[in-house]
């Protein structure tokens, strides 16, 4: 079949290059690595900005499609899908929200924490969720999502046939690798960030459940010198706990991503709150640095962190605090933390997520 004849496969790559949150890095990391394969298709990328450095020289079978306008709802749900129609596209790969104009129509699904945790986000972000991921989910061909846990949420909650759910474990990029602490310490010096540190990652959102490590943090024992770091975008609802002056706690403002692996490698502790999670990015990220995990037990985290790290069920800032000082205080379990956690963050990759991923947009096209 000449190249021409392929069938063609619209990607909505609105995200693909933005900062640093969740859903931009999952859609650099699946398109970065979709253009690595030959996919036996021809994929449109559409975004209304240029083409991002990060992604390389399109091959013969991808274009980037610059469109008009500014991204709003019109844009996603109107001029994307019309545009990937007037082009000839047989499928259209989008997140949460699916135009019905859409032919052929994937989207990613991350989590449905907005049904799970209402109280976790905004009234609008809430409201708009609710009455537009539903019908989004019922419309599409293929529902992609980031974890067997965020899967049996979908099918449970969202009455979505399990077998149209398709899990892609997200990835983590190569440059995610223990960094040498003299080289993590000179990177870090920019930021005033000195050891002995835990670290916690994520946009602050009610979510992630960040106050529970700032609280955890100030309750530890004089004899455990070390302070919380706090790095991500700032979000919303966490007002009391960055105001002010916390000895045990330091918020970083914004972290380069290249140096984020230096950050990730000279902490002596991850730490993730979060009430719940469809994945949990930066859990990889700090196990493929070598830095061992403490985690809640919120949504997929123990399916992604396995046998890896230490599991803290209770969300109670004193079990916290204890927990904390006494992985501190356990230099054997620490190194064996570490070790399992290396081996575990190899298990994620994007060649394997986008390796999937083309599957989808086959078999979708093949059905069309």
């Keep these: 079949m000449s190249r021409s004849a392929l069938p063609v496969v619209a990607v909505d790559c609105t995200l693909v290059g933005g900062e640093n949150t969740g859903d931009s890095t999952y859609w650099t990391g699946i398109v970065r690595a979709m253009l690595v394969k030959d996919p036996g298709l021809r994929l449109l990328l559409l975004s209304n900005l240029q083409k991002p450095d990060c992604l390389p020289e399109m091959p013969e079978w991808a274009r980037w499609v610059r469109l008009g306008g500014r991204?709003?709802?019109?844009?996603?749900?109107v001029r994307m899908p019309l545009a990937a129609r007037r082009l000839g596209a047989r499928a259209f790969h989008t997140q949460y929200t699916l135009s019905p104009l859409a032919p052929g129509g994937i989207t990613t699904i991350h989590d449905v924490s907005f049904l799970i945790g209402p109280e976790w986000f905004r009234p609008r972000d809430r409201f708009l969720l609710s009455r537009l991921v539903p019908g989004s989910a019922r419309r599409a061909r293929r529902v992609i999502t980031v974890s067997e846990t965020s899967k049996r949420d979908i099918?449970?909650?969202l009455g979505v046939p399990e077998d149209k759910v398709?899990?892609?474990?997200n990835g983590v990029e190569e440059r995610y690798k223990p960094v040498p602490r003299d080289d993590a310490l000179a990177r870090l010096g920019r930021y005033g960030v000195e050891p002995p540190y835990v670290l916690t990652v994520g946009t602050r959102w009610p979510r992630k459940n960040m106050a529970l490590a700032i609280e955890a943090a100030e309750r530890l024992p004089a004899g455990v010198p070390h302070r919380l770091v706090v790095t991500g975008k700032p979000g919303w609802g966490m007002e009391e706990w960055e105001?002010?002056?916390?000895?045990r706690v330091q918020f970083t403002g914004y972290v380069d991503d290249e140096d984020m692996p230096a950050l990730y490698s000279a902490a002596d502790l991850y730490l993730c709150p979060s009430h719940y999670e469809?994945?949990?990015?930066p859990v990889v990220e700090a196990m493929a640095c070598g830095t061992p995990v403490l985690s809640s037990a919120g949504g997929a985290l123990p399916e992604v962190i396995g046998d890896a790290g230490v599991i803290e069920e209770r969300l109670d800032p004193a079990i916290w605090a204890a927990r904390i000082a006494s992985l501190l205080?356990?230099?054997s379990m620490l190194a064996g933390m570490r070790e399992r956690g290396l081996q575990r963050a190899k298990q994620f990759t994007w060649e394997a997520a986008a390796e999937r991923t083309l599957e989808v947009y086959r078999e979708v096209c093949a059905s069309a």
């Design 71 to 77: 991204q709003n709802r019109y844009f996603n749900q």
């Design 278 to 281: 469809g994945f949990g990015l």
């Design 329 to 331: 205080q356990d230099s």
């Design 166 to 169: 398709v899990v892609t474990w």
């Design 243 to 247: 105001g002010g002056s916390r000895a």
């Design 155 to 157: 099918v449970r909650l």
